[in-house]
């Protein structure tokens, strides 16, 4: 049995396999530029952020109806649940789906539903993130914003995705204020590409209770100071931070020293299907690569819930807190 873990930091149009991708496509006569799943996944060679985001875009294009979405999350909860998740907090990027007339509607209904029956089969719990996409304007996220008010009640929150550099936090100050005046929780990708600057941002000015990604901190010592004295969680993605070449090789992936600050760290997969594996595979990964011990992981367990949205649920949230801490490593001590 894995390790019970929670998964903050993934992108549900991430999880869209090659097979679902093409399987979709002759669903709905879409033709793909690829001639089957072994040349597309040969295409999976990113140089950084932004070859990787042209890719990810360009295969949405198979997603129409309300069941492509269904299916979409229904295959990511059980892949997940066989990891050892147990909870889950998944952004979608509504802005890639709205821009090519797929109605927002179409897009958190379908998501909802595979959401809802996954939870009774998967005995996974779920909320939804909805990120706004940082290279459109803030305008664009303001009108995201308002489409989305009929969804609310499945809405948990909104996040800042995409292509990062040139893009601040600050430039969604009034759209952040408006989330939070709709009770919506706060969360935001900051240092992937971008500086330590945009962790600073998201905080001081869109008033983010996580960072997603939040890498690049270790620049600037007084931040990790401050992000280790307030706790504010960092919702880490080692194979993503390889696949996009934040970091070299995984051995030189600072997750470690970040432990050691007393940063408030989690571990996740981000797009599983591009990067090589989903949150199981990342915590094998750097038990393997990086030397955590069983400790560690289980830290990195119990973090996860600590820093989950559970506030709605705290009879949940302790009590995966205790299968944490009550969890027995089998002599392979990995995920
Ligand atoms: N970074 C920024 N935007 C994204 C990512 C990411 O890793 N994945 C999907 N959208
Ligand atoms: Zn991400």
């Known amino acids: 049995m894995p390790l019970p873990k929670a998964e903050l930091h993934l992108h549900i149009e991430g ?12 669903r709905n006569g879409v033709t793909l530029p690829y001639k089957d799943t072994e040349e597309l996944r040969r295409a999976y060679l990113f140089q950084d952020l932004q070859s990787f985001l042209d890719l990810y875009y360009g295969l949405m294009a198979v997603l129409h109806t309300e069941d492509d979405f269904a299916d979409l999350a229904d295959a990511y909860l059980a892949r997940a649940a066989e990891q050892g998740v147990r909870h ?11 821009s090519r007339g797929v109605p927002l509607g ?12 996954g939870e009774e089969r998967y005995g996974v719990s779920t909320r939804l993130i909805m990120c ?5 304007s803030a305008e664009s996220a ?10 609310l009640h499945r809405i948990t929150g909104v996040g800042l995705d995409s292509a990062e550099a040139g893009h601040p936090p600050s430039k969604f100050r009034e759209v952040y204020e408006a989330a939070a005046a709709l009770g919506l929780r706060k969360v935001a990708h900051a240092g992937e590409e971008g500086p330590s600057a945009y962790i600073r941002e998201a905080l001081d000015i869109l008033g983010v209770e996580r960072i997603d990604h939040g890498l690049r901190c270790m620049e600037d010592p007084d931040l990790v100071a401050r992000l280790a004295r307030e706790r504010i969680p960092l919702t ?24 050691a600050e007393g940063l408030l760290c989690t571990v996740n997969s981000d797009d599983p299907a591009y990067f090589g594996g989903y949150v199981g595979d990342n915590f094998r990964a750097v038990h393997e690569a990086l030397g955590l011990g069983e400790e560690q992981l289980r830290e ?8 989950s949205f559970l506030e709605d649920d705290e009879e949940r949230r302790g009590r995966l807190l205790t299968e944490v801490e009550a969890y027995e490593f089998e002599a392979a001590g990995a995920e």
Request: charged share 20%; net charge negative; glycine share 2%.
């Open 300 to 307: 990195l367990a119990r973090n996860s819930f600590v820093a």
């Open 142 to 151: 303001m009108e995201t914003l308002q489409a989305a008010q009929p969804y």
């Open 106 to 117: 179409t897009v958190v209904e379908g998501l909802a539903r595979a959401l809802d029956a």
């Open 132 to 136: 706004f996409l940082r290279d459109e």
């Open 236 to 259: 880490l993605c080692p194979l993503s931070n390889v696949r996009l070449r934040a970091v070299d090789v995984l051995a030189e992936h600072p997750l470690p020293r970040m432990m």
């Open 88 to 98: 889950a907090e998944i952004f979608f990027d509504p802005q890639a789906h709205t």
């Open 15 to 26: 999880t869209l396999e090659p097979e679902l991708a093409f399987a979709l496509a002759a």
